[in-house]
C-alpha cells in the first residue's frame, strides 16, 4: 500500500510539472497566432487588448479544458493495469 501511495504521489508531481509546461505552450502558441492575425488582418486599433480579448477567450475555451487529460489518461491507464493485475 506504501508503494502506490508513493506511486501516486510521484506520478502526480510529474503530471503537475507536464501540465504546466504544456498549458503555458499552448498559451504562448495561442498567443502568436493572435499577434499574427492582428499584423496580417486588423492593423487598427490596440493590439494589446486584441491579444488580451482572445487569451481571455482561450481560457474558457474546450482546448484549455483538454489539457487536463494530463491528469485522467495516465491515471485510468494505471487504474487499469492495477485492477487487471490483482483481480484477474
Not at 33 to 48: A, F, M, N, S, V
Not at 54 to 67: E, F, Q, T, V
Request: charged share 25%; glycine share 6%; hydrophobic share 50%.
Amino acid at each position: 500500500m506504501l508503494a502506490l501511495g508513493r506511486l501516486l504521489v510521484v506520478g502526480f508531481l510529474v503530471l503537475s510539472v507536464v501540465y504546466i509546461c504544456l498549458s503555458l505552450y499552448s498559451r504562448a502558441v495561442r498567443r502568436d497566432k493572435l499577434e499574427r492575425e492582428w499584423d496580417e488582418e486588423i492593423q487598427t486599433g490596440d493590439r494589446e487588448a486584441f491579444v488580451k480579448a482572445g487569451l481571455r477567450d482561450y481560457d474558457g475555451s474546450l482546448r484549455r479544458k483538454l489539457i487536463l487529460g494530463v491528469y485522467i489518461v495516465p491515471l485510468t491507464v494505471i487504474s487499469v493495469i492495477i485492477y487487471l493485475t490483482n483481480f484477474h
